[in-house]
């Protein structure tokens, strides 16, 4: 199971010692790369921060379908 999925209108989240938690989608406060792998994220909601092991770019799209990522365009640092 990947550690981020969308169900409805929650993310279905699984941290590193594999508790799960589902948060609603509009809660999100931020997403960031761990790391410079950029191989897991932590992603801040209703002021706990989770860490998972999915990258940042797959759990943009869940958040927000069909939005434009950073990804898309070149970071000017």
Do not use: K, Y
Request: hydrophobic content about 40%; overall charge negative.
């Amino acid at each position: 199971m990947a550690a981020v999925r969308r169900v409805g209108n929650f993310l279905q989240v699984q941290d590193g010692d594999g508790c799960r938690h589902l948060l609603r989608v509009t809660s999100v406060q931020a997403l960031s790369d761990t790391d410079l792998m950029r191989n897991e994220t932590f992603i801040t909601a209703a002021g706990r921060t989770i860490r998972v092991t999915q990258p940042l770019d797959e759990i943009v799209e869940l958040v927000a379908p069909g939005e434009r990522t950073a990804s898309e365009e070149a970071w000017p640092f």
